[in-house]
């Protein structure tokens, strides 16, 4: 089952998009059994979504009402999911996992890639970003250390009273390793 966005409760806290949800949760290729690690979780949409479809999920955020807002939308959807408050970079090398999304990282993307690299071998990254020099970082840093990296880019426009009205292009980037 997939959840549409006005269905979470949102608060002031960035949410990825439904349409930006559901490719990049096909990125991620989840199975049964994958763990997934959701980076600067939000309002949890991605844990959510994700814990629905069979994933354990850990959820990191390191603002209050994030952690608040996935709390109550995880009592909302009825899923099972852990819920950490902390700086992703200093928590990530302590957790096991083989699947991670990053939604947010509060500047730290370097050291949050060199966490998750140093984390386990075989893994699925995928990161949403709408800054260039963000995706750009993301890429070389990946490459540098061995993974394969795609990037796709997509533009949402909905229709509202009869008109289409955009929302800002977003970048899905995947890194891939131990293929």
């Known amino acids: 089952m997939w959840i549409r966005d006005e269905d979470f409760l949102r608060g002031n806290v960035p949410m990825t998009k439904f349409e930006v949800r559901a490719v990049s ?8 059994g994958d763990v997934l690690l959701d980076i600067g979780a939000g309002t949890g949409s991605i844990s959510i979504q ?4 069979g994933a354990r999920v850990l959820a990191i ?7 608040e807002l996935i709390k109550m939308n995880k009592q909302k959807f009825a899923v099972d999911l852990e819920v950490i408050k902390g700086h992703a970079e200093d928590i990530i090398e ?8 990053i939604g947010g990282t509060g500047g730290n993307l370097l050291k949050i890639i060199k966490a998750i690299d140093k984390n386990q071998s075989n893994k699925i990254v995928v990161a949403n970003f709408i800054k260039i020099e963000n995706l750009s970082l993301f890429i070389k840093t990946f490459r540098e250390l061995n993974y394969e990296v795609e990037v796709t880019q997509v533009s949402i ?3 509202e009273n009869d008109l289409l009205r ?3 292009p977003v970048f899905i980037a995947r890194a891939i390793k131990g293929r």
């Open 50 to 53: 994700a814990a629905m479809f």
């Open 94 to 101: 302590k957790l096991n996992f083989n699947k991670c999304f």
């Open 25 to 32: 949760l096909a990125y991620l290729d989840l199975c049964r």
């Open 157 to 159: 426009s909905k229709m």
């Open 166 to 168: 955009a929302n800002n």
């Open 61 to 67: 955020d390191r603002d209050e009402e994030a952690i």
